[in-house]
């Protein structure tokens, strides 16, 4: 892998807002909802691998996200409507590694509650509206299973286009790329 992108501060990016959603950088008060939403069986379903068996292992992912946070200045957000202290999901972008390069990955898991309101497309659409007013130089991917037809969905109306020939194994199967814009041709 390359070496790490500079890491860059923006603090408008710990709190985004969408004509439905607020966006918000988790902390502490978060582990309730990160912890029951990935030990939901049914929202992990295509990412089993996914699945915390205990809190330490909510606590131990809270902490990764925050170090993200802390060195660039962005990551993941939880995800509530304006009029609602109910987390629906998490959606955001962290710097992973690809083919030894490093890009910002497009994450967004929410409730089975909230699934068919479109609020993963709507707060992945402000990820990677965030993503390319903040980071234009960046690739953003979103690794998604053949038969998650709805993340495929949402990859979409993020703006991502899909790109077979970055197709590659995942922890739990076969990924398929989706990537920002004219980016899918590397």
Same mark, same amino acid.
């Given at each position: 892998?390359?070496?790490?992108?500079?890491?860059?501060?923006?603090?408008?990016?710990?709190?985004?807002? %969408?004509?439905?959603?607020?966006?918000? +950088?988790?902390?502490?008060?978060?582990?309730?909802?990160?912890?029951?939403?990935?030990?939901?069986?049914?929202?992990?379903?295509?990412?089993?691998?996914?699945?915390?068996?205990?809190? @330490?292992?909510?606590?131990?992912?809270? $902490?990764?996200?925050?170090?993200?946070?802390? +060195?660039?200045?962005?990551?993941?957000?939880?995800? +509530?409507?304006?009029?609602?202290?109910? %987390?629906?999901?998490?959606?955001?972008? @962290?710097?992973?590694?690809?083919?030894?390069?490093?890009?910002? =990955?497009?994450?967004?898991?929410?409730?089975?509650?909230?699934?068919?309101?479109?609020?993963?497309?709507?707060?992945?659409?402000?990820?990677?509206?965030?993503?390319?007013?903040?980071?234009?130089?960046? $690739?953003?991917?979103?690794?998604?299973?053949?038969? =998650?037809?709805?993340?495929?969905?949402?990859? $979409?109306?993020?703006?991502?286009?899909?790109?077979?020939?970055?197709?590659?194994?995942?922890?739990?199967?076969?990924?398929?790329?989706?990537?920002?814009? =004219?980016?899918?041709?590397?």
């Amino acid at each position: 892998m390359t070496a790490d992108p500079a890491p860059t501060r923006d603090a408008g990016a710990e709190e985004l807002r %969408t004509g439905r959603l607020v966006l918000r +950088r988790p902390g502490p008060e978060d582990l309730d909802a990160i912890f029951a939403l990935h030990t939901d069986a049914e929202a992990c379903a295509h990412n089993p691998s996914d699945l915390l068996e205990t809190r @330490k292992d909510a606590e131990l992912l809270l $902490l990764r996200w925050s170090h993200q946070w802390n +060195r660039y200045g962005f990551g993941y957000w939880t995800v +509530r409507r304006h009029d609602s202290a109910e %987390t629906l999901g998490v959606c955001g972008v @962290k710097i992973v590694g690809f083919r030894r390069s490093p890009v910002l =990955n497009l994450f967004y898991r929410f409730f089975p509650s909230s699934w068919g309101s479109g609020y993963a497309g709507e707060a992945a659409t402000a990820a990677v509206g965030w993503a390319r007013a903040h980071r234009p130089d960046d $690739l953003v991917i979103a690794r998604v299973r053949p038969d =998650n037809v709805a993340s495929q969905r949402v990859a $979409l109306r993020a703006g991502l286009v899909r790109a077979p020939h970055l197709d590659t194994s995942g922890e739990d199967g076969i990924d398929w790329l989706y990537v920002s814009g =004219n980016d899918h041709e590397g």
